[in-house]
């Protein structure tokens, strides 16, 4: 699965994307998110404060508890600030 | 046979949606002239709404301001916008263009406009569209303080704006 980062999440990350298999455990974004908060030390700090983390699901928005696939795209961001 | 005509119903008049995401500046008289042009019949009102950067935000002096999007997720947003502006009133056209990338002081940044047969439609849907760009569209500003790059907050007001709508 595809996973991109926006803004200061991409920051903390340290990355705009990363591609990963699914693992088997991963049902939904919340498992998501604990799986990646495993990586690294950034990922655990990027997801630090879950209140101010948006998600889209192949660009649509979605919850934290959306179920997801091994051929989506997921994406984090925070809010957004356009316009 | 008599053809009837139903000016106020939404769903038979034809609407025309422009929607742009681009790294470039706009001509409002050009874009405008351009979504006139493709309506189906004249409209009789055209609404717009230009955003700029501006030089302060929150009291603090800003040099420049760095945009950034989700290429795909904002054109398919914008154009959701624009649909359900559409349903919600009677309009003949509807136009969005929002840059990205780096803008300096004063730089136009945005774009909504909606023609339709009278006013009232147009200024309303322009505003619906703004306050749901505002919050529905996956952009990030970032300011240029001094030599830091500080990313923008959401803000509450934008999310009221846009609630009393519903």
Redesign the interface.
């Known amino acids: 699965m595809k996973i991109?980062y926006?803004?200061?999440l991409k920051e903390k990350v340290g990355n705009n994307l990363e591609e990963i298999r699914k693992p088997e455990e991963v049902h939904n974004i919340m498992d998501l998110i604990e799986f990646l908060k495993d990586i690294s030390n950034k990922h655990q700090e990027a997801f630090k404060h879950l209140k101010s983390i948006k998600v889209?699901v192949n660009?649509?928005?979605a919850d934290f508890d959306t179920l997801i696939n091994e051929e989506d795209e997921i994406?984090f961001?925070?809010?957004?600030?356009?316009? | 046979m008599k053809k009837m005509k139903l000016l106020f119903s939404p769903l038979l008049l034809v609407v025309k949606v422009i929607v742009r995401v681009q790294e470039r500046n706009f001509v409002l008289q050009n874009e405008i002239d351009n979504l006139k042009s493709i309506c189906k019949e004249i409209p009789g009102a055209l609404a717009s709404f230009v955003g700029y950067v501006r030089d302060f935000s929150n009291g603090t002096k800003i040099s420049s301001l760095t945009i950034e999007h989700y290429p795909g997720m904002t054109e398919k947003m914008l154009v959701d916008i624009s649909k359900n502006a559409s349903k919600k009133w009677p309009l003949l056209g509807t136009l969005i263009i929002h840059r990205y990338g780096k803008l300096n002081i004063n730089d136009q940044i945005v774009l909504a406009a909606a023609a339709s047969l009278h006013r009232k439609a147009a200024f309303e849907a322009t505003e619906y569209m703004m306050d749901y760009l505002k919050t529905s569209a996956p952009f990030w500003k970032s300011e240029k303080v001094n030599k830091d790059n500080i990313w923008v907050k959401a803000k509450l007001d934008d999310e009221f704006a846009k609630n009393r709508w519903k």
């Open positions: 991109l926006f803004s200061w889209a660009k649509n928005f994406a961001f925070p809010p957004v600030t356009g316009g």
